[in-house]
Each structure stands twice: as structure tokens, then as C-alpha cells.
């Protein structure tokens, strides 16, 4: 738990190193595009089809209804604006990661081999195709996670667990790889993974719990939607933030760790001796030691001489 620790407090401060904020810069801006732009192109056509469909249940109805009779008619029309907003955020949050992932990981995790592990041998276990597949493939495992959970999410506590042990899970995938592709072999980051998987897991988890942080945005609703032109940016640089933080999160661990592995000298298992015994000599020896020895007792299933 110690290095957990100490790698958790390295990564928090070379989040304010110079070049980290920099490398955030091309990824915020390009969510941001891509935010703005499904939002100027799918928008309205997604509030049409969210708000159709809540008009099949009678169960909205009558909660719109209550909204009326209590005085808070005007969040009738944030309504569905809102749940687009929250069905959206999973795909804000992905291309965050894997933006991230492209785009910040080899340069922060260079940065810290620099800074910390200079000698660290490297050994490519892991090329650039390799990478992109497996972020690939964690995060089509992870979307499928999320939408056959989504029925679940609508009991109380677990909305709250669910989701971040999903990314919990998809950000120990993709970063802790990429953390270990360059200076790992393919056995080493084998044997790391599996070896530090509860801790590695643990870390993913407690970035996704981070991760939330910008939903508490939308819990300001109607203000929300007003202010979307600002809280939008605001909330996909938290985002963009907590996966850097991730990156450096599990560079530092895993790099310290391989690094250990490295310098600590293996311990040789020897195969026993299968004719030694505790007193220095062979059993051959120890056999006719006991044949000449008149007081000796006689070996199990000898009979012996009658007297």
C-alpha cells in the first residue's frame, strides 16, 4: 500500500508539471469539437426521440404531473435535454480515455521513465498496433458491460457502484498496458498484471469515482442547460484531468514495480537431494550402517529370527 501511496501523491504533482497541461490541450480540444459538433448536428433530433419516448410511459406522465401540482412545471422542459445530456456522458467519457490514451500516455509515461527510471532497460514488449487493439477491445467490452447493467442502475445503490467499477476496470485495462508497453517484456507485463492485479484494479476503480466528479454538473439542471456553452468545456477538462492523473497514477506504480522486479535477484529453488538425509550421509550409507549395527531395530515388515 505504500507505493500505492507514494505513486498516487508523484502522479497529483506532475499533474501541475508544465508539459502535462500542455499535452491536455489537443485532446480537450478535440472533445470539445466533438461535443459541440453531435451537439449542433443530433441535438434537437435527440430531444424529439427522448421526449416521444418518455410520452409512451405513463409513469413520467404522472411524475411530470406531480412536478405541476407541487410548482416546478418549469423542469418539465429540461426534462429530456437532461437525460440526453446524462445518456451522452459514457460517450464523452470513452473517447476522453482513449484520447488520452493516444495522445498522453506515451508522453507522460516517457516523462516519468526520464525523470525517474532513466536506466530502466526497455524491451517493446507491447507495439503501437497491439496497444490500440487492446484499448479497443477493453472498451468494446466495457460498453457492452454498460449497457446490459444500465436496467440496474435504476435501484438506488446500485447506480452508484456499477458504473465506476465498469471504468474502474477499463482504466486499469488500457493504462496500466500502455504503462508497461515500452519498457516491459510481454512475460513481464504478463506477470505484473497478474501479480498486482488488486491493487491495479483498486487504482481503476478510485479514478472512476474521480471520473463522476463532472456529473454533479448536471444536477444544476435547468442551469445546466443554460450555461451548457460553459459547463460542457469545463466538464471534459475534469474528465481529461482525472484520466491524465490515471496515466501518470499507474506509470509511477508500474514502472517502480518493474524496475523492483529487475534489481531484486531471483531466488533459486533447488531440487532435494533425494538420497540425503539430516545426518551427512547417504541412505545407502545409512542402510548398512543399520545392517551392521547388532542393536539396530529392524526395518518395517522384517520378521527376524525366532529366539
Known sequence: MGLLFESFWRAVAYCLHPRV???SVLPLFLMVLFSFGLGYFFWEGAIATVTAWLDGFAWVQTFLGWLDSVGMG?????FAPL?????ATPVVVLMCLLLVAMFMTPAMVELVAKRRFDRLERKHGGSLLVSVLWSLGSTLLAVVALILSMPLWLIPPLVLILPPLIWGWLTYR?????ALATHASREERKHILKEHRTSLFLMGVL??????????LWASGAMFIAMAPLLVPMAIWIYTLVFAFASLWFAHYLLTVLERSRTTPPVEVLDPDPGYVPGGRSVAQENAVGENDPYALPPPGHQGNPS
Open 21 to 23: 497541461i500542455a499535452l
Open 74 to 78: 418549469p423542469l418539465r422542459v429540461v
Open 83 to 87: 437525460l440526453v445530456l446524462i445518456l
Open 174 to 178: 488500457v493504462f496500466a498496458f500502455d
Open 207 to 216: 479514478t472512476g469515482y474521480l471520473g463522476a466528479a463532472p456529473s454533479l
